[in-house]
């Protein structure tokens, strides 16, 4: 189907940064520097000191950044591994792949772990908590923090869908022992495929980082400290977020007043509307997605489709409910509840005025 309006517009992404781009694919190519070359090293570089973090470690995935943090963190059989059944199944399979249960916490209204109810998951075999700061939005990293200093918790922060969130003024991804990060197309720091990233603070972690994504090796390759993984950004791929990484804060930026706008404009519907940005608030949102939550969600979405614009339901049901993933959501009621609420409207920096005028008069047009 052909959409009036797209849920995203990689295509013009790639326009808009065309010829930096193609200049720089040219560069590697005819170099032949692919694998942990100059711009892995440089990427690394730049996104740590943009985000306030130490170190940084690219990886080739979202997923191998929470994985290869869990491993580096020690959890193994018979941990068990906090987080929430409100996110993309790689936050659990993770813990899954290195032997370790995860328990799952309800979530709060703006989609994100409720921190009243940590404490009461909490036992003996409790090694970490995932916190995931979802559609751009951060967790109460104050109360996360303070209740794992309580309980000597590791805090592996799942950060793929919040690059540049900020919560007082800190970023995501910069609280925790790591931050874990994706550059999927669909993120607003993306690359052209796959491709992923860590932040951390520690040198003995960062240095453990760098041999598990490539084979346990050393550096200089003249030792091998473990059974390590293929895990490496490509250069390719960091040329291209590199790239990228110049027009995250100007994009953050128009996402923010697209949100704005959007809240501004649907705010007498029976809606509920994500937090608006606000300046002196301590969460610094950068809307990854728009995520509306209505009572008559699937007649919206159809409607809203029929009329060529592009939505999308990206969580049919908490992670619980799938029998395949054996975990428990008995507990999960703020979860369940959202799952039959939750759309979510186009929203990306090329996104035009009029786009976002007619994705609001249709809007309007179905509540009349």
């Known amino acids: 189907m052909k959409f009036k309006v797209k849920y995203v517009a990689l295509q013009k992404s790639y326009q808009n940064q065309m010829d930096e781009i193609d200049n720089a694919i040219k560069r590697v190519m005819l170099n032949g520097s692919f694998i942990l070359r100059d711009d892995v090293k440089e990427f690394e570089e730049n996104i740590s000191s943009y985000l306030g973090g130490k170190f940084a470690v690219g990886v080739n995935s979202g997923t191998d950044a929470l994985f290869l943090s869990c491993k580096a963190a020690g959890i193994a059989q018979g941990d068990e591994v906090l987080t929430v059944g409100h996110t993309f199944v790689a936050t659990v399979a993770t813990i899954h792949h290195c032997g370790a249960k995860a328990i799952l916490v309800d979530i709060d209204d703006d989609f994100n772990i409720n921190v009243k109810k940590i404490k009461e998951k909490i036992t003996k075999n409790t090694k970490a908590i995932i916190p995931v700061h979802l559609n751009g939005r951060s967790c109460n990293m104050a109360e996360i923090m303070s209740i794992a200093k309580e309980y000597n918790l ?159 339901i990206h969580m049919y049901k908490p992670l619980s409910e799938y029998p395949a993933l054996n975990l428990d959501g008995s507990e999960l009621l703020v979860n369940k509840k959202i799952c039959n609420e939750i759309l979510s409207l186009p929203i990306y920096p090329e996104l035009e005025e009029e786009e976002i005028e007619y994705v609001v008069s249709t809007i309007k047009e179905f509540y009349k």
């Open 154 to 312: 590791v805090v592996i922060e799942d950060a793929c869908q919040s690059v540049g969130a900020k919560y007082d003024n800190k970023c995501v991804g910069t609280f925790g022992t790591f931050g874990c990060f994706s550059l999927h197309p669909m993120k607003s720091l993306n690359c052209a495929g796959d491709g992923g990233y860590i932040i951390t603070n520690d040198e003995d972690n960062y240095n453990r980082l760098f041999a598990l994504r490539n084979h346990g090796q050393s550096n200089d390759k003249q030792d091998i400290f473990e059974y390590g993984y293929s895990s490496r950004l490509d250069n390719l791929q960091a040329a291209i977020a590199n790239i990228r990484l110049s027009k995250l804060t100007q994009n953050n930026n128009i996402r923010r007043a697209i949100a704005k706008s959007y809240a501004e404009k649907l705010q007498d519907l029976p809606i509920i509307l994500p937090p608006e940005p606000k300046q002196d608030d301590r969460y610094y949102d950068v809307y990854n997605s728009y995520v509306i939550r209505v009572s008559d969600r699937d007649k919206l979405y159809n409607f809203l489709r029929d009329n060529g614009i592009e939505v999308f």
